[in-house]
């Protein structure tokens, strides 16, 4: 990974070098604190940078501290105006990832949220694609369990809680897999290491509820509302059971970091014909132009740098 060249510590943008903690930092020791992930698309027409959706990763930011009993004393659009302030600092003319996080701060001993001071660092850096394969992935469904909500609460980006997405993606990869599907404590399909994930049966599309402990994923939401705006199809939210995934038509993983993911093959089982399926195909091809700012009609998704 390149490394930023500033970030925003202690309240104000920085040199990189100058965003340290100490090593007894709570966070660092007890995996307190949140985390978000957005992107920025560069637009080689208009050469402009823009955020795709920032106020909603921002409100889960702040809905994932509240979890954590963190408050930081800032509002969505303050957090906004500060990733702008960061990323014309750093001037980047390509797609970034931009990782907010908010940590408990104080350094010393004691397992606790109450009472520990919060901060909030903001850095960025270039970014590409994450999945490799992204158009034919084969994926396992992992031996590991996600995180039940009444474990950690799953609906946010608890740093301690990727200490499990870590495990299922290193046992998939090492496995010879490029991701996993995960089950959660009532054996039903949640999602991938840091993805969620749909499927096609019979021309409708399903994907898990935000009570099968999944991430309320902001890549989910808006292909949930590109597929029934756009494609007329019909959504559904329910559980997904282990072995549909075996006998549905299309299957595909949705992310901020990994966008859309087409499956194609399960536990060595082709999905449908074992190849992407024109569903996957025809989301994928929508949520490219949609994020990169070329659909007027989604227009206030797209935040300008
Ligand atoms: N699930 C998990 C566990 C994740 O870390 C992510 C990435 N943030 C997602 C799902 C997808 O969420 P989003 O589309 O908001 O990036």
Not at 130 to 135: G, H, L, R
Not at 188 to 191: N, P, R
């Given at each position: 990974m390149d490394l930023p060249k500033h970030a925003y510590f202690r309240g104000k943008i920085v040199p990189y070098s100058e965003a340290r903690v100490g090593v007894a930092t709570h966070a660092l020791n007890y995996g307190t604190a949140v985390f978000g992930g957005l992107r920025g698309y560069w637009n080689e027409e208009r050469g402009k940078l823009y955020l795709f959706r920032p106020y909603d990763h921002y409100r889960r930011l702040l809905h994932s501290a509240r979890m954590m009993c963190m408050d930081i004393g800032r509002s969505e659009e303050d957090l906004i105006q500060i990733t702008i302030d960061l990323l014309r600092v750093e001037g980047y003319q390509t797609d970034v990832y931009v990782r907010p996080l908010i940590y408990k701060a104080e350094e010393g001993i004691g397992v606790r949220l109450h009472g520990i001071k919060d901060d909030l660092t903001i850095f960025a850096v270039p970014f590409g694609s994450?999945?490799?394969?992204?158009?034919n992935a084969h994926v396992t469904i992992s031996s590991w369990r996600r995180v039940d909500d009444n474990v950690i609460p799953a609906r946010g980006k608890v740093s301690g809680a990727y200490a499990n997405s870590a495990l299922i993606k290193t046992d998939a990869v090492r496995a010879g897999f490029d991701e996993a599907l995960v089950l959660d404590q009532n054996g039903?399909?949640?999602?991938g290491s840091a993805m969620n994930v749909f499927m096609v049966r019979d021309g409708v599309l399903i994907t898990p509820p935000v009570t099968d402990n999944i991430l309320e994923g902001i890549t989910r939401r808006s292909v949930i509302e590109l597929a029934r705006r756009e494609l007329g199809l019909e959504v559904v939210e329910r559980s997904i059971d282990r072995t549909e995934v075996f006998i549905c038509d299309e299957l595909f993983m949705t992310g901020t970091a990994a966008q859309i993911v087409a499956v194609t093959r399960v536990d060595h089982r082709p999905v449908g014909d074992g190849v992407m399926g024109p569903i996957t195909t025809r989301l994928r091809e929508l949520f490219g132009e949609v994020v990169r700012a070329r659909n007027p009609k989604y227009a206030d998704w797209n935040v300008e740098v």
């Open positions: 994450y999945v490799k394969n992204d158009t039903h399909i949640s999602e």
